[in-house]
C-alpha cells in the first residue's frame, strides 16, 4: 500500500502531530508523517525526533524575508515527496508563493467552529469571553484568505457554565486529536500525488 505522504508545519506543543504519528504507526493507516518544519523551535519538534521523522526549523531570522523563507520551506517539502501539508499549530501565515504550490493540499487545524473566532491565536479565550452556548474545532483548506478556505470538518464542544480557558482548551484539543487522524485518513482517499 502506497501511503500519502505529509508534511506537518508546527510552533507549539505538537499534540496534534503527536496524534497523527500515532494514528500512522498503525500499518493500514494510509498517510505517514514524511516530515516536520517549524518556523521556530517548539516542543513539538521533539514529538518528530521521538519517533525519527526529518525535522527541521526554518526560522524567518535567517532569510531576507518571509517570501524566501516560506519558499525554501516549501522547497524542502517538494524534497520530501509532500502530497499533504497539515498546519498543526502552525502560528505563521503562508506566503501566496507557497499556497500555490499545494493548492487545494494544505489543511489547517483552528480551535473554533468557523468562521466564529476566525483570523486570531486566542479563539479559545474569545469564545470564553463572548458567552457562547458551544464552540468546537475546524478543519478546513487554507487558502490566501486566513482561516476562510473550504470547512472540510468541525466537531462541536459545548461550553460549560464552569469553564476556564484551560478546560475549555483541553476538550477542544481532545476533538481535535480525533478529528485530524480521521480528515487525513479520508483525504488520503482522494489527494492525487504531485506531478513530478
Ligand atoms: C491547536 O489547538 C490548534 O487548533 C491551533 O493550535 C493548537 C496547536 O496545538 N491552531 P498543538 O501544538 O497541536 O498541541
Redesign the pocket.
Known amino acids: 500500500m502506497s501511503r500519502l505522504r505529509v508534511g506537518v508545519l508546527?510552533?507549539?506543543?505538537?499534540?496534534?502531530?503527536?496524534?497523527l504519528i500515532q494514528a500512522a504507526r498503525d500499518p493500514m493507516y494510509p498517510a505517514r508523517v514524511a516530515v516536520v518544519l517549524a518556523n521556530h523551535d517548539?516542543?513539538?519538534l521533539e514529538h518528530a525526533r521521538k519517533a525519527a521523522i526529518t525535522r527541521a526549523v526554518f526560522r524567518l531570522a535567517d532569510y531576507p524575508d518571509r517570501r524566501t523563507r516560506d519558499v525554501e520551506m516549501a522547497r524542502t517539502l517538494r524534497f520530501h515527496g509532500v502530497e499533504l501539508v497539515v498546519?498543526?499549530?502552525?502560528?505563521a501565515i503562508l506566503v501566496p508563493a507557497f499556497t500555490r504550490q499545494f493548492a487545494g493540499r494544505i489543511i489547517?487545524?483552528?480551535?473554533s467552529l468557523l468562521p466564529a473566532f476566525s483570523g486570531t491565536?486566542d479563539?479559545?479565550a474569545m469564545a470564553l469571553e463572548s458567552g457562547v452556548a458551544e464552540t468546537g474545532?475546524t478543519l478546513h483548506v487554507v487558502t490566501d484568505d486566513v482561516d476562510a478556505g473550504p470547512i472540510i470538518a468541525q466537531r462541536r464542544v459545548p461550553v460549560r457554565p464552569d469553564e476556564t480557558v484551560e478546560s475549555l482548551?483541553a476538550r477542544?484539543?481532545e476533538e481535535?486529536?480525533t478529528l485530524l487522524p480521521v480528515v487525513v485518513r479520508r483525504l488520503a482517499g482522494q489527494v492525487l500525488p504531485l506531478p513530478v
Do not use: F, K, T
Open positions: 508546527v510552533s507549539g506543543q505538537g499534540s496534534n502531530l503527536q496524534a517548539c516542543p513539538a498546519c498543526a499549530g502552525y502560528d489547517n487545524i483552528h480551535p491565536m479563539a479559545v474545532c482548551r477542544i484539543q481535535e486529536h
